[in-house]
């Protein structure tokens, strides 16, 4: 049937797209389905296993609750925005240490990661797990994934 | 030399195993670019979804599709009239791919329709119009078992089971599906030697395994007829199976094809979407793909077996256990589960696997009722059992005021004991495990309590077996290529606990070349050889060996090529990093020589320089549980046993229930870790998930109902409140175990609960009889506790 499709422009990793949406659509939906960004994963879309989470200005948020019409103009970064190479300080401490196994929560964790560490670059480890408390992880029980997290915001910070 | 200087010396020799190698999978996960089987997708490919049943039991009158056919983007609608009339299941074939004539329980399958998009995939399942007339229901385990009950497979002894799972049908509990029996020694005498006899009930709920990547297929058929599955599955050989028992199409038609894997824990060791997913393909003649939605995978999947657990102990004395008598309800739901029926057998090796009990009754009774169906969850069985015994030799030292390790080490089973299935045991290290726990537990400190306030600290300690089930089979295929890289086809898929890292260590190893020179193909039937799947922790020991053996064939086959080339004695070569070495000599060969050349090079070649391919197989074959002693056949009836300790600190609030979990320790026998990172992560993130079953998971039914089919409702450990576990590894190596390793994935998960529970009893005096342990059920046992002390 025939719905009011919306043209909508936003910012996702550094390149701009002009897309059309249903209204109701989730940015979760667009990222993977229109622009083929499945690293961002969908888990249960209800905003309650933290698997989808990207950022939105800077903010994480969960991608499958987020109307993509709230993100026209907004700058979006999903995991495939951090680096290619795998070369981001979180990404290589989680690698390191073996710090997730089936990871399918990976994306979302490093996207809170982030997050937090933009706007506190050096959390204590209570703070990195109060940034994590929406993103389960069924696999680790999450100790390493804290101590990784640690670990790359002191890498972060000595580059700095 | 000593046995211990023999073993250094040979690790000292080990190039790859034993080592932290880091995981070849995860560069991908962490980029975004590993696809799973939730991101996968093909071109022009139709979205599926399914029609549910909203009732626990009812009988379909009507089903009215016109609507949801006519609707504008339906390609295919489906009910149970358009797909083969029969019914599946790895055990006992009890399942309709789509209900028939009537539904038994709220989420089952009863109609599914592929649309050019999800949006009117949705639309069209709504459009679905089914009569139902509801029929009375029971999800109450032990109200099925009466002979009055309402009856949910009237059917049943019609029903095609696999020839080690009988369907035993009982004419005075006609919802019985499955029961096993054990008898040791003789009860009854047992007991009246006894001078103290303990006897409890306890219970646990159904957990769901919550893999984070809901469970997915894309099918498509081929215009040859065959078909072509793409699923995550733990089982890629298992599924095809399934495939083809439902639609009588040749196993060698069926190609699936396992992408990486969000978890799996068990579930999806059966199918899930995957039957509709090939139907839908069949009849649209175009690529389907079923992506269940979470709450679909809360109520139409499966579910952890909630058991409830009669145990009765003679006990003398001196502690000494001489008559336990044991039965075992398992809520089976609606169907068989998949493994479902399996976990009632295999609940007993559980309960024989720790304790040497002179007199010995188990009897494990899996029955139908109108709830989600149970089946295999990581623990598959022992996790249940473990949880009463190891709660009931706690009460038992309390009751006879014995020291509760005490207890545990009087009563263990001993190497060349016989065990109450007739097992003779091989050297289990418990004492090992024990005592590692203990030097961390500390019980021979004074009680650091607080002097005021409502919280109380306590310790507790559980002593658990898990066994890995046989028979079972593992193949590898090992192809050595041209440019030094090795390409491993294994079937193993990689569900997450980091077996494609593992496989590449052992090949490199036996290779002798760097663990990046090995690539891990991925399964696909149509190319990777047999493996029977991710379960009972077997794939270390059972493809770790079927790798090792395929490596070492092709390693063979590269020192006779080299022979050949270089004329020098295969004895007298040696491989290291793709270069045959002469010993004490000067010749030498790269491998890329050994192969054949194309015309714009050499255009040489050496005779019978072909493909180069090493092929491994491992298989062990053990003896079956006789269905009326419980006597096993041989002396063996699982692969092998690992041990496992667990303590934990707690403290709890006497006003609220409130529970914080302080400390865990859990000690794990392994053999051998072949990748020690990897392993302490199963060891953590087992016994997390444990401490989710333990604490605070269960799927509540209401008028028969899954009342908290989500992540809201539905709670499972987070970051903040989970506490650091200590992972503790024991290596007492395994005599057929590549390198001495045995699995590590279950055994965590088994003494998480019952170790939480004493703890409780250490804080407060107040036990809990069923998990999840929650304030609730805590406060209430503390006050009823306060009652009785009055």
Request: aromatic share 6%; hydrophobic share 35%; charged share 25%.
């Amino acid at each position: 049937m025939a719905r009011a499709r919306k043209r909508i422009s936003l910012n996702v990793n550094g390149t701009d797209y002009s897309i059309e949406a249903n209204p109701y659509d989730s940015l979760n939906w667009i990222l993977r389905e229109e622009l083929g960004l499945t690293g961002t994963k969908r888990g249960c879309d209800t905003g309650g296993c933290g698997s989808c989470t990207v950022m939105v200005d800077g903010k994480a948020i969960y991608s499958c609750m987020y109307p993509v019409v709230k993100a026209a103009g907004k700058t979006v970064e999903t995991i495939e925005g951090l680096s290619e190479e795998g070369d981001h300080p979180l990404q290589s401490a989680i690698v390191r240490n073996s710090a997730l196994q089936c990871a399918y929560c990976g994306p979302g964790i490093i996207m809170s990661a982030k997050s937090l560490l933009d706007s506190n670059p050096t959390p204590t480890e209570t703070e990195v797990r109060e940034a994590l408390v929406g993103n389960i992880c069924r696999c680790t029980g999450y100790g390493k994934v804290v101590k990784s997290i640690l670990e790359a915001s002191i890498e972060i910070a000595k580059s700095r | 030399m000593s046995t211990t200087q023999q073993q250094e010396e040979r690790e000292t020799l080990l190039r790859h195993i034993g080592k932290s190698v880091t995981r070849v999978d995860l560069k991908a996960k962490m980029t975004g670019r590993a696809i799973y089987g939730y991101d996968f997708s093909l071109p022009h490919m139709l979205h599926g979804k399914i029609k549910r049943s909203p009732y626990p039991h009812a009988r379909i009158l009507k089903i009215d599709t016109e609507a949801a056919r006519t609707l504008n983007g339906v390609r295919a609608v489906i009910t149970a009239w358009d797909v083969p009339n029969s019914l599946y299941g790895v055990m006992l074939k009890d399942t309709p791919m789509l209900a028939r004539d009537r539904v038994r329980y709220v989420g089952e399958a009863v109609a599914a329709v592929a649309a050019d998009s999800l949006e009117i995939a949705e639309e069209a399942v709504d459009l679905i119009k089914v009569e139902y007339a509801p029929l009375p229901y029971v999800t109450n385990v032990e109200k099925a078992l009466e002979k009055e009950s309402v009856v949910i497979h009237p059917d049943l002894p019609t029903y095609k089971a696999g020839p080690p799972f009988p369907v035993r049908i009982d004419p005075n509990r006609p919802n019985v599906g499955n029961h096993y029996h054990v008898e040791h020694g003789n009860v009854e005498s047992g007991f009246s030697e006894a001078d103290f006899v303990v006897q409890n009930r306890f219970e646990t709920a159904a957990m769901q395994h919550m893999h984070l990547e809901p469970s997915c297929a894309v099918a498509r058929a081929e215009p040859d007829g065959r078909v072509t599955i793409w699923s995550a599955t733990q089982s890629p050989y298992m599924i095809r199976q399934q495939i083809s028992d439902i639609f009588q199409i040749s196993t060698s038609r069926i190609r699936v094809i396992a992408p990486y894997e969000g978890g799996g824990f068990g579930s999806r060791l059966e199918v899930h979407s995957e039957p509709v997913a090939v139907a839908l393909a069949m009849k649209s003649r175009k690529p389907v793909k079923v992506a269940l939605t979470r709450e679909e995978v809360f109520t139409s999947t499966l579910v952890r077996h909630p058991f409830v657990v009669y145990i009765k102990d003679g006990v003398k004395r001196d502690g000494t256990i001489i008559a336990r008598d044991m039965k075992v309800i398992l809520n089976g739901g609606a169907y068989s589960g998949g493994f479902g029926m399996s976990v009632c057998r295999n609940c007993i090796f559980g309960a024989v696997s720790t304790y040497n009990i002179a007199n010995f009754r188990f009897d494990s009774i899996r029955v139908f009722t109108n709830a989600p169906p149970g089946g295999a969850f990581r623990g598959y069985g022992s996790t249940q059992v473990d949880w009463a015994i190891e709660c009931q030799m706690d009460c038992i030292a309390n009751e006879l005021h014995l020291d509760k390790i005490q207890i545990r080490r009087r009563n263990l089973l001993h190497a060349g004991d016989r065990n109450a299935i007739g097992e003779t045991m091989k050297d289990v290290n418990h004492h090992g495990v024990v005592e590692r726990v203990l030097e961390k537990l500390r019980l021979d400190e004074p009680r650091q309590d607080y002097d005021s306030g409502p919280w109380r600290r306590g310790k507790g300690f559980a002593l658990t077996t898990k066994y890995t089930t046989a028979p079972t089979a593992s193949a590898a295929t090992v192809r050595v290529l041209d440019d030094h890289t090795v390409i491993l086809f294994v079937s193993g898929t990689e569900i997450g606990a980091g077996s494609d890292t593992i496989y590449s260590q052992i090949v490199a190893e036996e290779l002798n070349c760097p663990v990046e020179s090995v690539i891990v193909s991925g399964p696909d039937t149509m190319f990777t050889p047999f493996d029977d799947g991710a379960n009972s922790s077997r794939r270390t020991y059972y493809l770790g060996n079927a790798c090792r053996m395929a490596a070492q064939d092709a390693r063979q086959q590269i020192l006779e090529r080299a022979s050949r080339a270089l004329q020098v004695p295969e004895s007298n070569l040696m491989v290291e990093d793709w270069k045959i070495v002469e010993r004490n000599g000067s010749k030498s060969i790269k491998v890329s020589e050994l192969f054949l050349k194309d015309q714009t090079r050499s255009g040489a070649f050496l005779p019978g320089s072909g493909d180069l391919i090493g092929r491994g197989v491992w298989h062990e074959r053990v003896g079956f549980l006789d269905p009326v002693t419980g006597r096993c056949t041989t002396d063996r009836a699982v692969t092998y046993y690992t041990p496992v300790a667990t303590g934990v600190e707690v403290e709890v609030n006497e006003e609220t229930g409130f529970m914080r979990v302080l400390n865990i320790y859990c000690a794990i026998d392994v053999g051998k870790a072949i990748n020690p990172l990897s392993v302490e992560g199963q060891i953590e993130g087992g016994v997390v998930q444990g401490l989710g079953g333990a604490i605070c998971e269960e799927l509540i039914l209401q008028d028969g109902k899954p009342i908290n089919a989500n992540l809201a409702d539905y709670k499972v450990p987070l970051s903040l409140g989970t506490p650091h576990v200590q992972a503790i590894v024991l290596e007492s190596p395994e005599a057929n175990g590549p390198y001495g390793a045995r699995g590590v994935g279950e055994g965590p998960i088994t003494g998480i609960s019952p170790a939480l529970a004493n703890a409780i009893v250490d804080a407060t005096g107040a036990r809990v009889y069923d998990i999840p342990l929650t304030p609730e059920k805590i406060l209430a046992a503390i006050n009823l506790k306060a009652k009785q002390r009055k």
